[in-house]
């Protein structure tokens, strides 16, 4: 238990001291930046997603399908 303990602790101390900077190592500030939206990469004819929609949509009908079956028992057994 005590091993257990020794472990969180050295775990827990080594996440926290890697958080922080280094001696030695300065921070290097940015200036702040004009904030800019971002733009729009989709195309008209970009249709990659809309076949990977209908191929989802096939599957399920298909799993539905295939679980309307009836079984062949006509009785129990």
Do not use: Y
């Not at 091993?3 to 050295?10: C, K, R």
């Not at 195309?43 to 599957?59: E, K, P, S």
């Amino acid at each position: 238990m005590r091993t257990l303990l020794i472990a969180v602790a050295v775990c827990c101390t080594a996440a926290a001291a890697s958080a922080q900077p280094g001696i030695g190592f300065e921070v290097e500030r940015k200036e702040k930046a004009k904030l800019e939206p971002p733009t729009l990469n989709a195309r008209a004819d970009d249709t990659g997603q809309t076949w990977v929609m209908i191929g989802a949509v096939l599957f399920v009908l298909m799993a539905v399908g295939a679980n309307l079956i009836p079984s062949k028992r006509g009785h129990q057994d």
